[in-house]
C-alpha cells in the first residue's frame, strides 16, 4: 500500500482544505439536499471576509464537532445553525492533529456556544469502528457541481446569508498503512472507475455517490444505526488522485478523520464541570417539547428544601441542561406546567457527570396542586375549545386546543400524585 500512501499525500498536499459535495452526473441536486435534512449541519464563518466558511455538527446542546484544520485561534468566528447565529465561548483543537499529514487522522476540534440549541437534535458519537464497505453519509456546506468535472458552484463571493446543506452516500474503505482515517473513492455510475480496487473497494457507485468539496471541511459522516445517524468521522480533505487539475470529479478520494480513534477525547471536551443534562420525557404528549419549560430545583438527599433553582426551557428532543457549582449527591426536583413533579434521587454532580439523566413526567394537573383530580378535569372542561398552547389553561398534550384528549389526560391519569 505503500504507493498509494504516497500518491495520496501529494494529493492532500495540494487540495484546498475545505472542499463540499461533488454528486453524480444522475442523480438532481435535490436529492442530495434532502438527504441533509434533520441533520443539526452548521456552518462556521470566520472574521475574516476572504475565508471560506466550514463545517461542523451539533454533538450536545451547547457543542459543536468539526475538524482540527478548521478551528481558529482568532476570535470573532461564529455559528449559523438551525437559523439561529451563535458566538463561540470556547474552541479546542486535539493536540494530536498534525495539519501537515491528514492521512495520521485525529482532524477534530470542539467548540461550546454561548448559549443551547434548543431546535435541533444533537447527532450522537458511535465509539466503536466502523465495517469495511459500509454505506455511510457524510454532510457539508458549500461548493457543489458534477463528478465529470462541470457545473461547479462555489458561493463565496460574495459569502451568502445561507446555503443549502448537503448529503451523499459512499462505502467506507480501509488501508491499513493509515488505520486512523476512512477512505472513499467517487465511482462512475457506469462502474468503469474503482480507484480503490486493490484495498477491496466496490466498483458499484451508492445511490448518492459523491465526493468533498468547498465548504465541507468539519461536516460530520454518519452510518445508520437502530434507525438513527450516528457521527463516524468528520470530512477532513480530498485528494485528487487521478492527477487531472480537478478536485473533485470521479476517480478522486475524500478522506475521512475516524472518531472512534478520539471518542474520549472529544467527549471529554464536549462537556462543562458541573454540567448537568438529560433528558424530561412528558407523558401523554403531542406537542414540541420546546413549548414546555421545566424549573428543576437542587436539595440536599432526602430533604425538601430547594438549595438553587433554574429555568430550563426543553430543547426539541426534550433534552435539558444546566450549570452549577455544586457537587457531589443531590436530589433533583422537577416540576413542569401541566406535569405532576418528580425527584431524580442521589445524583452525583461532579465535574464530569451526569449527562444521561432521564425522567418521565406524568401529565393531567393542569392547576399545579400536585394531584390529579376533579378541580384539574373542570379547569379543561372549563377552556374548552379554546386554542391555546398554555397548560394551565388545559392543553394539557400541546396540541395548540383544549380538546377531548385533555380531558381523557386527567381522567387516565385521575388519582396521580406529584413528589413534594
Known amino acids: 500500500m505503500h504507493a498509494r500512501v504516497t500518491a495520496l499525500c501529494v494529493?492532500?498536499?495540494?487540495?484546498?482544505?475545505?472542499?463540499?459535495?461533488?454528486?453524480?452526473?444522475?442523480?438532481?441536486?435535490?436529492?442530495?439536499?434532502?438527504?441533509?435534512?434533520?441533520?443539526?449541519?452548521?456552518?462556521?464563518?470566520?472574521?475574516?471576509?476572504?475565508?471560506?466558511?466550514?463545517?461542523?455538527?451539533l454533538i450536545a446542546d451547547q457543542f459543536i464537532l468539526s475538524a482540527g484544520h478548521t478551528y481558529s485561534s482568532t476570535p470573532g468566528a461564529i455559528i449559523k445553525l438551525g437559523g439561529e447565529t451563535y458566538n463561540i465561548v470556547a474552541w479546542v483543537k486535539n493536540p494530536a492533529f498534525n495539519i501537515n499529514d491528514l492521512t495520521a487522522g485525529h482532524d477534530f476540534s470542539v467548540a461550546r456556544l454561548d448559549r443551547r440549541v434548543l431546535n435541533q437534535t444533537p447527532l450522537t458519537i458511535r465509539s466503536a469502528t466502523v465495517p469495511v464497505q459500509t454505506i455511510i453519509k457524510c454532510f457539508g456546506m458549500g461548493t457543489t457541481g458534477l463528478g465529470d468535472g462541470t457545473g461547479f458552484v462555489a458561493p463565496w463571493n460574495p459569502i451568502p446569508s445561507s446555503w443549502p446543506p448537503r448529503g451523499m452516500t459512499n462505502r467506507v474503505d480501509i488501508d491499513s498503512s493509515i488505520p486512523n482515517v476512512i477512505l472513499t473513492d467517487f465511482d462512475k455510475p457506469d462502474g468503469t472507475t474503482n480507484t480503490l480496487s486493490d484495498i477491496g473497494s466496490s466498483p458499484a457507485a451508492t445511490d448518492h455517490e459523491g465526493q468533498l468539496a468547498g465548504g465541507d471541511s468539519g461536516g460530520p459522516v454518519t452510518m445508520l444505526v437502530n434507525g438513527q445517524e450516528q457521527i463516524v468521522g468528520v470530512n477532513s480533505a480530498v485528494a485528487n488522485f487521478n492527477n487531472n487539475g480537478i478536485t473533485g470529479d470521479y476517480g478522486d478520494l475524500s478522506v475521512v478523520s475516524k472518531i472512534s480513534v478520539d471518542y474520549t477525547w472529544v467527549m471529554s471536551n464536549a462537556w462543562q464541570a458541573g454540567r448537568v443534562a438529560g433528558k424530561i420525557h412528558l407523558g401523554d404528549f403531542v406537542g414540541s417539547p420546546m413549548l414546555r419549560t421545566a424549573t428543576i430545583s437542587l436539595r440536599n438527599p432526602g430533604s425538601t428544601t430547594n438549595l438553587e433553582s433554574f429555568i430550563v426551557p426543553l430543547a426539541i428532543d426534550s433534552g435539558f441542561s444546566f450549570v452549577t457549582a455544586r457537587r457531589g449527591l443531590t436530589d433533583l426536583h422537577i416540576t413542569i406546567p401541566g406535569f405532576c413533579a418528580k425527584n431524580l434521587t442521589n445524583v452525583n454532580i461532579t465535574n464530569t457527570s451526569p449527562g444521561d439523566l432521564s425522567i418521565l413526567l406524568p401529565n393531567g394537573d393542569p392547576d399545579q396542586s400536585q394531584?390529579?383530580?376533579?378541580?384539574?378535569?373542570?379547569?379543561?372542561?372549563?377552556?374548552?375549545?379554546?386554542?391555546?398552547?398554555?397548560?394551565?389553561?388545559?392543553?394539557?398534550?400541546?396540541?395548540?386546543?383544549?380538546?377531548?384528549?385533555?380531558?381523557?389526560i386527567t381522567i387516565a391519569n385521575f388519582g396521580t400524585l406529584g413528589q413534594p
Open 11 to 57: 494529493g492532500l498536499l495540494g487540495a484546498s482544505f475545505s472542499h463540499a459535495i461533488i454528486r453524480r452526473v444522475d442523480v438532481p441536486d435535490a436529492q442530495h439536499q434532502a438527504l441533509a435534512n434533520n441533520i443539526p449541519l452548521g456552518w462556521i464563518q470566520y472574521p475574516s471576509p476572504s475565508a471560506v466558511p466550514t463545517s461542523c455538527a
Open 371 to 408: 394531584e390529579v383530580d376533579a378541580v384539574d378535569i373542570d379547569l379543561v372542561i372549563a377552556h374548552f375549545g379554546q386554542p391555546t398552547t398554555d397548560a394551565t389553561q388545559g392543553d394539557l398534550d400541546g396540541s395548540g386546543e383544549v380538546d377531548a384528549t385533555d380531558i381523557d
